[in-house]
């Protein structure tokens, strides 16, 4: 079976770093994905890993290690917009090339 | 730049009634899915279509239906609605022989069943 782990909430403060952890055991791996997502709107794309390593973009990046299973994203200098959930997502290489997600990350950010 | 389009946005549904959730894409791509999202569960897929005329079967397909006749369509059925199918419904759709194959989300259909 698929079983993709992640912390249901976090609170950090404006202006600070947040880390969040996504661990994973999947039955094949084609890359993980993070999303984030808005109350009440779409899962929107953040990052794509597919080799181990940091992968940056901005304000955030993304960690992956596929011998652990583990990924995480880090978001810098935190705005009150990025209260969000975040959605850790592992693509599957079977003939769908779906995506497993995990139950998400409520983060919360306060002044 | 339309992207995924899903409608309706909301809907409340009678037990035993059934109806159809449209997904239309404009991006020429191959993979379409569904998604269903509840508190604390995530995303859970339940049917995907990898091309025009073949669908498959995700996580939680019992109660639903797909069909893909296009490229563009991708129609979610309910056959009898329950309680139990309260939830958020996503459509996406990606590339998938692009290097990122990164999936494109519709705004989502959130359903009501009583």
């Known amino acids: 079976g698929q079983n993709i782990d992640q912390p249901t909430e976090m609170t950090a403060t404006e202006g600070a770093i947040v880390q969040i952890n996504c661990t994973y055991q999947t039955s094949g791996f084609n890359g993980l994905f993070w999303y984030q997502q808005h109350a009440g709107e779409a899962p929107t794309f953040l990052s794509y890993n597919v080799l181990d390593g940091l992968e940056e973009k901005g304000r955030f990046s993304s960690f992956l290690s596929r011998s652990k299973g583990y990924s995480y994203l880090l978001l810098k200098e935190l705005q009150m917009k990025d209260s969000a959930s975040y959605l850790c997502?592992?693509?599957?290489?079977?003939?769908?090339?779906?995506?497993?997600f995990g139950g998400g990350t409520r983060l919360m950010v306060k002044p | 730049n339309a992207g995924v389009t899903q409608t309706p946005k909301f809907q409340v549904l009678k037990t035993g009634q059934s109806m159809t959730l449209q997904c239309a894409q404009d991006?020429?791509?191959?993979?379409m899915s569904w998604y269903r999202q509840d508190p604390g569960m995530g995303l859970r897929l339940i049917h995907y279509?990898?091309?025009?005329?073949?669908?498959d079967q995700g996580e939680v397909p019992n109660g639903y239906n797909v069909s893909r006749s296009t490229t563009e369509d991708f129609p979610l059925r309910l056959l009898s609605a329950a309680p139990s199918q309260t939830s958020v419904y996503f459509c996406?759709?990606?590339?998938?022989?692009?290097?990122?194959?990164?999936?494109?989300f519709g705004q989502g259909t959130r359903l009501t069943v009583v």
């Open positions: 279509s990898v091309g025009a005329g073949i669908t």
């Open positions: 996406a759709s990606s590339a998938p022989h692009r290097a990122n194959t990164e999936a494109f």
């Open positions: 997502a592992v693509l599957l290489n079977n003939a769908g090339n779906m995506l497993t």
């Open positions: 991006m020429n791509h191959e993979y």
